[in-house]
């Protein structure tokens, strides 16, 4: 059974940083593209980073500079780094294992705001 589970969401207000974490089970990690995508309300989901088996980054423009996106195979796991948050990264953000098959976690939701 393949689980992707996602952890670090919260409140934070702009300016700040939160990290996130995606721990998955039953897939050979190695093997996946990992990526991050979110949605906010009202909007469709989007990509905001992925990284490749090896190790090659990809990021949305608007999150480029503020956001880095990492793994750790021996961990079955990747992360996300988010710094400078801004109001309009509000939303959930989903994990996402790529290998021909998509699989996604529950979501963690995301809130910046004063």
């Known amino acids: 059974q393949v689980q992707l589970v996602e952890s670090g969401g919260g409140l934070v207000q702009p300016g700040g940083s939160l990290r996130l974490s995606c721990v998955t089970s039953?897939?050979?990690?190695?093997?996946?593209?990992m990526g991050w995508y979110r949605q906010a309300p009202g909007k469709q989901r989007e990509l905001v980073a992925t990284?490749?088996?090896?190790?090659?980054?990809n990021y949305a423009d608007s999150v480029k500079g503020r956001f880095t996106i990492s793994r750790d195979n021996a961990k079955n796991m990747v992360s996300l780094q988010m710094n400078s948050l801004e109001p309009e990264d509000t939303a959930v953000y989903y994990c996402?294992?790529?290998?021909?098959?998509?699989?996604w976690g529950q979501g963690t939701q995301v809130t910046v705001s004063s």
């Open positions: 039953g897939i050979t990690f190695e093997s996946y593209t």
């Open positions: 996402n294992a790529r290998f021909g098959k998509d699989y």
């Open positions: 990284i490749r088996r090896s190790g090659i980054t």
